[in-house]
């Protein structure tokens, strides 16, 4: 049995999509291995922001729709679940489809509140992780992810959107404590999958995302479902699929130096419409790799990293960004609608570009990088 199993799906349309998803648990032996009669089954979409179902943001509603009926039939009790960093709960349901969904079916269609210590796992980083108690209350969670681009980590697959199971306000104390290290981020989200271990991952690449991905980039139809029992081992062969090397992906040098098995993956673990060496062309993977792996150097991180700035021709003034900001390194200057950023308070964690409506945030080199990229042309 393959440890990946991918299905080439290019609409939404919902029969086709049903017929997928049941060919996908098939695979695995089906939805009973993972669901029994009256499990309480969280299924963790992804619903980032308000935004609308053509832009490719947040899981299709096709995709839950389909996973919770599988899950209803076989006795399990489903409910839709995330925490949104900024908008609120409400409207991301509505905007997403997923409220739609949730009555339609009538099921629930909950925000993930009240934080909770959830346990560690023996490889953790990170000794004390609060999320959901929702989460941990669960009998069994099913992860629908998106396939995207990420502006800090590189992809958005199934590991990263576990994060959305933290509370939202304790998403910035992470992104704030995390700072610079990539890597030391990437290690969080290790932790927190390896302590929710999510029976079930079902990646929703019909339509995805590339370029400034998660929210700002270019919707693609890459016509992928892909499903798998491990979120890493999916994660990682997917990233092989988008063109980006293994030892570029933050998640998999994380993975590595946990000394995790899931990071010796096998041609052979990758089955179904797309195997080994199958690529997908011309992937606009975000040009971050600058924050590199490096030793903690707080005086030369800034100055190797990108940073955010504003981009006044598509600013609309939402303040967005300084609402979300984790350091409070944002303000306004009220001469000329400026919004100006404390670079020495800056954590480079890019949620100020994860979070713009508009994509008014763009990103300029360090000193360093550019003189480096200078004397390297």
Avoid at 184 to 189: C, D, E, K, P, V
């Amino acid at each position: 049995m393959a440890k990946v199993f991918t299905v080439k799906q290019n609409s939404y349309d919902q029969n086709e999509i049903n017929s997928a998803i049941k060919r996908i648990f098939s695979h695995f032996g089906g939805i009973e291995r993972h669901v029994k009669k009256d499990d309480n089954v969280l299924l963790k979409a992804n619903m980032l922001s308000a935004s609308e179902i053509s832009k490719r943001v947040t899981t299709d509603p096709s995709i839950v729709r389909a996973v919770a009926a599988e899950v209803m039939n076989a006795g399990g009790k489903p409910f839709i679940g995330d925490s949104p960093g900024l908008d609120k709960f409400s409207a991301v349901a509505k905007k997403s489809g997923l409220a739609a969904v949730a009555d339609e079916l009538n099921i629930p269609c909950e925000e993930l509140i009240t934080p909770a210590e959830m346990p560690n796992s023996k490889t953790a980083t990170f000794r004390k992780i609060e999320v959901s108690k929702k989460v941990l209350d669960a009998d069994v969670i099913i992860n629908l992810p998106k396939m995207k681009t990420h502006g800090q980590m590189v992809l958005t697959l199934g590991v990263k959107n576990l994060f959305g199971t933290v509370v939202a306000q304790r998403k910035a104390e992470w992104h704030y404590k995390v700072g610079l290290r990539r890597d030391i981020f990437a290690s969080l989200l290790i932790d927190i999958y390896m302590g929710i271990k999510p029976s079930f991952t079902i990646l929703d690449g019909v339509w995805g995302m590339d370029g400034r991905g998660p929210s700002n980039g270019n919707p693609r139809n890459f016509c992928l479902l892909a499903g798998a029992e491990n979120s890493l081992t999916l994660d990682f062969h997917i990233c092989r699929m988008l063109g980006l090397p293994l030892e570029e992906f933050p998640l998999w040098q994380a993975a590595k130096q946990k000394n995790l098995p899931e990071t010796e993956i096998l041609d052979s673990d990758l089955q179904g419409d797309y195997v080994h060496p199958f690529k997908y062309d011309n992937v606009d993977i975000p040009k971050l790799s600058n924050m590199r792996l490096l030793p903690k150097l707080p005086l030369i991180e800034p100055l190797l990293t990108s940073k955010p700035a504003q981009n006044l021709k598509k600013c609309i003034q939402c303040l967005r960004c300084i609402e979300i900001c984790p350091a409070n390194a944002m303000k306004v200057n009220r001469n000329g609608g400026r919004i100006d950023i404390d670079y020495k308070k800056c954590i480079r964690c890019y949620c100020c570009h994860e979070f713009c409506p508009k994509d008014a945030i763009d990103f300029k080199d360090g000193l360093i990088l550019k003189i480096m990229k200078f004397l390297g042309r």
